[in-house]
């Protein structure tokens, strides 16, 4: 017998403490009920490719997130979220900068060229059961100019994030080409994310109408 798709009533939690992750599960109507910022080791294994990279810290995170959950009674039963996004040129993959020289860096290596970005999105639900996605896009920016590289460096914009920017900022004014997931250079595929969450029983959907209800 199939089993019944499980209510929207169902809880969830975010393995991450980022607001733009944040943001866009809130875009789709999805209030987590819980953030649970995953502390790993972000470093990139011998010879593992950018893809790999973000594939793995996204299901690792949903894992720390699932396990902080079973310890929790407030979410027993909740569904958990996570991602992680890899900035790369060629196999060579960026920083989360943290300092102005990594943030240099970055976006001198990324001024007039082409690059990637990969998000994977992992999904475990109440049962344990586990599945992920991986969304990637492709993106050029335009080249340059010294004076426009000191000026977002001063406005920090870049503290935090893989590659040194952030697409829905003032670096969105740099890209002169973007193919594939607008969401995933953001942190989030939505589409991706949404398919994991229908594919185990969250039915956010259901939620959609009473957004204007409630309005």
């Not at 649970?36 to 010879?47: C, K, Q, V």
């Amino acid at each position: 017998m199939t089993a019944e798709p499980k209510p929207r009533t169902a809880r969830l939690a975010l393995a991450s403490g980022s607001p733009r992750r944040l943001a866009l599960l809130q875009q789709i109507g999805i209030e987590p009920d819980a953030l649970l910022p995953a502390d790993l080791d972000e470093s990139p294994g011998r010879n593992e490719s950018p893809r790999k990279l973000a594939a793995r810290l996204a299901l690792e995170k949903a894992r720390v997130g699932a396990k902080t959950v079973q310890t929790r009674e407030d979410l027993r039963g909740a569904y958990v979220v996570a991602a992680d996004t890899v900035v790369c040129v060629g196999r060579r993959i960026l920083p989360k900068c943290e300092t102005l020289d990594d943030a240099d860096i970055c976006l001198r290596l990324l001024s007039g060229r082409a690059h990637r970005v990969y998000t994977g999105v992992a999904v475990i639900d109440p049962s344990g059961r586990e599945r992920s996605r991986l969304a990637e896009a492709r993106l050029r920016f335009k080249r340059l100019s010294g004076r426009e590289i000191a000026a977002y460096l001063a406005s920090r914009e870049w503290h935090g994030k893989a590659g040194g920017y952030a697409i829905q900022g003032i670096a969105g004014s740099f890209v002169v080409k973007l193919v594939g997931s607008h969401t995933a250079v953001v942190g989030l595929p939505l589409y991706e994310t949404m398919t994991l969450l229908d594919g185990l029983g969250y039915r956010a959907h259901e939620s959609w109408a009473m957004r204007e209800t409630l309005g």
